[in-house]
């Protein structure tokens, strides 16, 4: 729809932690451009980020899950962590 406060942002809901890092949140707006049928509007956004533990590289995965009008989505995300190339 059009407006701009659809209602309470749904939370994410962390189902498997990171085993080399952590998950954070974090809660914003994002504009969102006008369209031939809505103007410019801001909406409430959610956000993910993941940050590694100190020193590692290689693979880590995280699985979260969203329930949004009576409906439970879920989602795993594998992250590749690679070495900082300091050149």
Do not use: M, W
């Not at 990171?18 to 509007?41: I, N």
């Not at 801001?42 to 590289?57: E, G, H, Q, T």
């Amino acid at each position: 729809n059009c407006g701009s406060n659809p209602g309470p942002v749904p939370l994410p809901k962390l189902l498997e932690k990171p085993s080399h890092g952590s998950v954070g949140l974090q809660v914003a707006t994002t504009d969102v451009p006008a369209t031939d049928a809505c103007p410019a509007r801001k909406i409430p956004s959610v956000a993910l980020f993941y940050a590694p533990n100190k020193d590692f590289v290689g693979k880590d995965s995280v699985q979260v899950e969203l329930t949004f009008d009576a409906k439970i989505l879920a989602a795993s995300f594998l992250i590749t962590v690679q070495e900082v190339d300091e050149k």
